[in-house]
């Protein structure tokens, strides 16, 4: 009776091993099945600061609909090349457009053009953020980008061809976009609605856990064109 009682005890406490197993696996497979999906969730979208002589402006950038462009605009933050350049054009209850130009007016050399990615889904409404690019040739954008600060529903239209590829929005600082499109502007050689006193994008960082070191690229391109336009009313 007592040896039966032993062995029946064992078989439970073999049993109960068993179950415990059994479910810790389970519990295993089930993170490993969620983390591919919460890793994809968490890289839909990226943030990147921008701290301008204004103050500070943070963006979303939607990686998965905008996945070439984003892609783009990141090589350039994690490279340093915006850090010092400046919001070379500023048109009220427009856009206020930057990406491209140093204070002095000068050109920084851009990397290669990129595909339009227009047709994404994206519009450019009032905060949202899109890339600018020579009228009439619809895969020319490079670095240069602007922030709409009105619901710019024509500029998704192909007027020329194709739209202009919207690849985030802002989430923090409207109110310094606002600040930066109601400055007072000039003309400055044979660019027009430049601001009088240049508004810098002093620093451009990732807020993601993917953010590298940036490197100041001192890289210029002195050519009177300003390369990219987001069109006008």
């Not at 009105?150 to 976009?177: C, E, H, T, W």
Request: charged share 20%; proline share 5%.
């Amino acid at each position: 009776m007592t040896r039966g009682k032993t062995i029946g005890n064992a078989i439970c406490r073999l049993g109960y091993g068993i179950l415990a197993m059994i479910i810790l696996s389970a519990i295993g497979h089930s993170a490993l099945a969620q983390t591919p999906t919460a890793q994809k969730a968490e890289e839909a979208t990226v943030s990147v600061l921008i701290k301008t002589s204004m103050g500070e402006i943070v963006l979303e950038l939607d990686h998965a609909k905008a996945p070439i462009t984003v892609e783009n605009f990141l090589k350039y933050v994690d490279e340093g090349f915006y850090n010092g350049v400046i919001f070379h054009r500023v048109i009220p209850k427009f856009m206020v457009q930057t990406g491209g130009f140093l204070p002095d007016m000068s050109q920084k050399k851009p990397g290669a053009s990129i595909q339009n990615e227009w047709k994404n889904g994206l519009t450019n409404v009032r905060g949202s953020i899109a890339m600018a690019r020579l009228g009439g040739q619809a895969n020319s954008a490079t670095s240069q980008f602007f922030i709409n600060v009105a619901d710019n529903s024509f500029l998704d239209q192909p007027r020329d061809g194709a739209g202009y590829a919207v690849f985030g929005k802002v989430i923090q600082g409207m109110d310094v976009v606002d600040k930066i499109q109601n400055v007072k502007t000039s003309t400055v050689g044979q660019f027009g609605d430049v601001p009088v006193q240049p508004i810098i994008m002093e620093k451009v960082t990732r807020l993601d856990k993917k953010a590298k070191p940036a490197a100041p690229d001192e890289t210029k391109q002195d050519t009177a064109k300003s390369g990219t336009d987001p069109g006008g009313k």
